[in-house]
């Protein structure tokens, strides 16, 4: 009778899989034309996002873009971890990584749309059209092996965008009423 995994063995597993990740990452991503495409997209959407950001309100348009890396994270860990998508392609080598849209781009857009929409039917509107968008460039980054789905699909990803921007709107909004 074989016996239940012991935390050893985890730990074992977790040792194995980050020696063998951090080879592949070496030979397969570093300076690779991928890894540059993702240092060029996160620089460009730093400067976009700087120069479009209104200023004035700056702390609460960077508590959302904190709050969209911290939620992002969490998908990105769980979807990973299940193995319904993953990051062939990654700027270091974490695993898994969070480094490809989820620390600058992601962020960026959320901001842009919470501050140029600020009603629910415009900001639900911009939030839709953003999920379209967003699949179209998950396309551009499969296609271009950073992120692959697994067990995952197109309609889960659009999904997961519009949901993303309803939660963050909802948390704004509590914010901004226990404000004194």
């Not at 004035?56 to 939620?71: A, D, P, Q, R, S």
């Not at 999904?159 to 509590?174: A, P, R, S």
């Amino acid at each position: 009778m074989k016996q239940h995994p012991t935390w050893e063995d985890i730990i074992n597993l977790r040792e194995k899989l980050i020696e063998q990740y951090n080879v592949y990452w070496f030979n397969n991503n570093l300076f690779h034309f991928s890894w540059w495409a993702i240092i060029i997209l996160n620089i460009i959407s730093i400067f976009v996002l700087w120069k479009l950001i209104d200023k004035k309100c700056l702390f609460e348009l960077l508590t959302l873009g904190g709050i969209t890396v911290y939620m992002g994270v969490i998908i990105d860990t769980i979807t990973t971890n299940y193995v319904l998508t993953g990051y062939p392609t990654s700027l270091l080598p974490i695993f898994p990584s969070f480094f490809v849209s989820t620390n600058f781009i992601l962020p960026s857009v959320y901001i842009l749309i919470y501050q140029h929409f600020s009603s629910w039917k415009k900001y639900l509107i911009a939030t839709i059209i953003f999920g379209v968008v967003g699949v179209l460039f998950e396309g551009f980054y499969r296609w271009m092996e950073v992120y692959e789905y697994i067990n995952w699909n197109i309609f889960y990803s659009f999904i997961t965008y519009v949901l993303l921007g309803i939660i963050l709107k909802l948390i704004m909004n509590f914010f901004k009423k226990q404000q004194v």
